[in-house]
């Protein structure tokens, strides 16, 4: 299963955009991304997945390129309520995930 | 969509006693679930891979005997820990894998304490 290496934590300011880049040199020809998004005491949720170049839901943008071998996950204006913990994982589906140390994002007033 | 569902959310128990904790997809059929178990500031662990109307498979280290996983429908994982005991006390989320990438969506976790 490819290794993922991103921050162990961030700090950020309400209105601001929050740039989390996760490495995944040995990442796999099937993978995909995947970033999740975790509070205390709850199950993680599911923010956004893509494979290659650019993808954008209404939460979030992530940018891989080419290589594939990082991605960034972007978060537009975080307010206080997205202070979690945020997991990068790549998988083919189906398999159970890896799951690194996250990177803990704390935004402040 | 993608919804899946944990039962309970919290649970007390004494020593020596088994709890069920359910895991159901709600609007999603899933041939294969997962186990997890997350302790106080650390990440997630798998525990083990549940696969409908087969064995479950486990992780090295997680006993099979303790940790009995049965996956009887498309919609629905059980994890009874027998015979709980303090250091069971933990945090328990099943996760199940759907739609065309097969993304995993997660439930809201399980809280056991076991006294």
């Known amino acids: 299963l490819a290794k993922t290496t991103q921050p162990i934590s961030m700090d950020s300011y309400e209105g601001q955009e929050v740039n989390i880049t996760c490495s995944h040199n040995?990442?796999?020809?099937?993978?995909?991304i995947t970033w999740y998004q975790q509070f205390p005491s709850q199950g993680p949720r599911f923010i956004i997945q893509?494979?290659?170049t650019k993808v954008t839901n209404e939460v979030a943008s992530l940018f891989i390129p080419a290589d594939r071998k990082s991605s960034t996950l972007s978060l537009p204006r975080v307010s206080l309520s997205d202070t979690a913990v945020y997991y990068c994982l790549v998988d083919t589906g189906r398999r159970a995930l890896t799951f690194g140390s996250g990177t803990r994002l704390q935004v402040q007033p | 969509g993608a919804v899946v569902s944990q039962h309970p959310s919290r649970v007390i128990c004494k020593s020596g006693t088994s709890v069920k904790i359910e895991c159901r997809s709600l609007?999603?059929?899933?041939?294969?679930m997962f186990w997890y178990r997350q302790f106080p500031k650390q990440s997630l662990m798998l525990m083990a891979t549940?696969?409908?109307?087969?064995?479950?498979?486990?992780e090295q280290g997680v006993e099979k005997d303790k940790f009995l996983i049965n996956h009887a429908s498309l919609t629905l994982s059980t994890l009874t820990v027998t015979s709980a005991h303090p250091e069971d006390s933990s945090f328990y989320i099943c996760s199940a894998s759907g739609g065309y990438q097969e993304t995993q969506y997660f439930g809201p976790g399980t809280r056991l304490l076991v006294l």
């Open positions: 549940s696969n409908e109307g087969s064995k479950a498979t486990y």
């Open positions: 609007d999603f059929q899933a041939t294969t």
């Open positions: 893509g494979y290659k």
């Open positions: 040995n990442i796999a020809t099937n993978d995909y």
